[in-house]
């Protein structure tokens, strides 16, 4: 298992780790199968989308700002109730195949660690299988 730190510098925001993954992915020599990436965290999710045009990324944070909102009638008492529930709603881990030692995604396509409760300091786990190396 592999890591990757983030470090986030505000309250809601979607960073691209896409290169970091890819970076991991030809260190390691990860050749064919599959790669889950997780998030180890409450109030942070993972996520593909378009990575080619970053009002995407602004749109997605403004409609997940607008339907759950900061100052809701929350029973949490941290003040942190909305990234809890932005954070379930984008979930907590993808998976990716890897073929000849690249990541399959879209042309348009990044990875995105979705922070919703920042700033902070944070970890993506990432697990590379190979079925055909299993025993």
């Not at 602004?58 to 339907?67: E, R």
Request: include cysteine; aromatic fraction near 8%; charge should be neutral.
């Amino acid at each position: 298992m592999e890591s990757i730190s983030i470090k986030t510098s505000a309250r809601t925001e979607f960073i691209d780790i896409t290169s970091k993954v890819e970076e991991i992915t030809r260190k390691k020599q990860w050749k064919n199968g599959l790669l889950c990436i997780y998030v180890p965290h409450t109030t942070a999710g993972i996520t593909i989308n378009e990575s080619a045009d970053p009002s995407v990324r602004k749109d997605i944070l403004n409609q997940l700002n607008k339907m759950v909102p900061l100052d809701g009638a929350y029973q949490h008492t941290e003040g942190n109730s909305a990234a809890h529930i932005k954070a379930s709603l984008i979930g907590s881990s993808i998976n990716l195949i890897i073929e000849n030692n690249k990541l399959t995604l879209g042309t348009w396509q990044g990875i995105f660690f979705c922070e919703f409760d920042g700033p902070r300091s944070r970890e993506a786990y990432l697990y590379f299988h190979n079925p055909l190396e299993s025993s």
